[in-house]
């Protein structure tokens, strides 16, 4: 119950700055909201203690990302070791993870983090050619400077190649000797990751319905811990692409939620299974997979996904129609 509030209140943080969001209630699941806003678009899991994120989550939310050229985010309340702290970024996995008091400041005032966690204490990146220019301007020489900040010659000149970071109260010495601000602020929005975009397929109708899409010339990315099995991307189509033995409760639920995702990122969604009657469940279709056999190229494959949206769209508009009369 915590979790769903803490998720409830980042997705009010999200809407009150004006970002459209997407809830995703899946057990387990890499991402909890998708949040599309201000030319950005961000896929973040929402965790009470982000330690418990785990590799394979981190690994679906990088290639997420990737596909969609957006950027993965971590919010929690703690770690492990205690609470995190307002203004600091923490990193799991190599993702960007926060407290909300600090999304909040990020999205309502602009405010950077320049802070950042790491083993033995907090750091931060200085700007190294910045720390060189006020060094020589001031008339000090290496040793000089590593005299005064109490650290070594060799600290000095990796702090201004920008091969290390520099611890706080270091920084705060250096900020104050110059006069000039000079940590880099982490542009956590804004994150680049990579990722392996495997298309290992995990079950046999999996290994079907991928090399059919491949064969339609489209590239395949499987997930994991998503409500949709794969991304199916040809150009600049991607389609959710789920994958179920037959139709349940746990299908119609995650076609819900596909549609729900789809509706923020601009992107269609397909459920493929091995037996089942065409239809559409919040204008994500439910295919059998004979009919993606009988596709044959991946613009086929859009046009029948818009076919089958418009005819659910037209029925409902003569529904409406009888039932006014």
Not at 110 to 138: K, M, Q, S, T
Not at 179 to 192: G, S, T
Request: with cysteine; glycine share 6%; hydrophobic share 40%.
């Amino acid at each position: 119950m915590e979790r769903e509030r803490l998720v409830r209140a980042v997705s009010n943080i999200f809407q009150k700055v004006g970002f459209r969001v997407a809830l995703v209630e899946l057990r387990g699941g890499c991402f909890d909201i998708v949040a599309s806003g201000r030319f950005l678009l961000l896929f973040v899991k929402v965790s009470l203690n982000i330690d418990t994120v785990n590799e394979e989550q981190a690994n679906d939310l990088k290639r997420l990302s990737r596909v969609f050229n957006a950027s993965p985010l971590i919010v929690g309340l703690r770690t492990k070791n205690g609470e995190l702290e307002d203004g600091v970024v923490y990193e799991r996995f190599g993702i960007y993870a926060l407290n909300p008091a600090t999304l909040y400041s990020i999205l309502q005032e602009g405010e950077l983090p320049a802070i950042f966690a790491e083993r033995g204490g907090f750091y931060v990146r200085v700007d190294g050619e910045l720390l060189r220019e006020l060094r020589e301007r001031n008339g000090y020489s290496i040793g000089e400077l590593a005299a005064i900040l109490g650290v070594s010659r060799k600290s000095i000149l990796n702090y201004e190649r920008g091969e290390q970071a520099v611890s706080i109260d270091v920084a705060i010495r250096m900020e104050e000797l110059f006069n000039e601000p000079l940590a880099r602020p982490i542009d956590v929005l804004q994150a680049n990751v990579e990722a392996e975009l495997s298309s290992k397929p995990e079950t046999p109708l999996e290994k079907e319905v991928f090399e059919k899409l491949e064969r339609l010339g489209m590239g395949v990315v499987k997930v994991k811990k998503a409500p949709f099995n794969a991304l199916s991307k040809e150009n600049e189509f991607t389609i959710l692409t789920g994958i179920d033995e037959k139709k349940t409760r746990s299908t119609v639920k995650r076609a819900e939620m596909v549609a729900e995702v789809g509706r923020i990122i601009n992107t269609d969604g397909l459920f493929v299974l091995e037996r089942t009657k065409t239809e559409v469940i919040s204008e994500v279709p439910l295919i059998p997979k004979e009919s993606l056999r009988e596709i044959r190229d991946a613009d086929e494959l859009v046009e029948m996904i818009e076919e089958l949206k418009k005819r659910v769209k037209e029925r409902k508009s003569n529904l409406g129609l009888f039932s006014s009369e």
